[in-house]
């Protein structure tokens, strides 16, 4: 795995349409150092999952039903131990504002892959694995 240790990053996957959950998640499988622990399909179950399973990383799709990405990437990265979040969307960025979300970066879904996944990690990670508090949200 990518780390001395041998860890592997734990990943939460959550879009309401089943086929962009899937394309994450074979991201996920296919970048080194990774792995699925889950997924979801609500903003709010996002919230319950990542309370659950402890990941190191969410991809959170922007447009969810009930609580959308935005704000459930702000409820996560405002908890003490809360995740690094990446948000993704088939529309571009100038579309929303994510600014005080806390997610470390956004990726267009058409654009996501392995290098775009381990640069969004080393953006937001710690060094010891947790997730980069960002002080200006």
């Known amino acids: 795995m990518s780390s001395d240790l041998g860890a592997e990053i734990r990943v939460l996957v ?41 990941p190191h990383l969410v991809l959170m799709d922007v447009n969810l039903p009930g609580i959308d990405g935005i704000e459930a990437s702000r409820r996560l990265t405002s908890r003490p131990d809360g995740p690094v979040v990446v948000l993704l969307s088939t529309y571009d960025a100038e579309e929303f504002d994510i600014s005080g979300s806390g997610a470390t970066a956004y ?31």
């Open 14 to 54: 959550v879009d309401d349409q089943e086929p962009f959950r899937r394309a994450m998640a074979a991201v996920v499988v296919e970048t080194d150092g990774f792995v699925v622990v889950g997924s979801a399909t609500t903003g709010e179950e996002s919230l319950s999952a990542a309370a659950d399973l402890k």
């Open 107 to 137: 990726v267009a879904k058409a654009a996501f892959g392995p290098d775009r996944l381990s640069a969004a990690w080393a953006a937001g990670a710690r060094p010891d694995g947790g997730a980069r508090r960002n002080d200006s949200d």
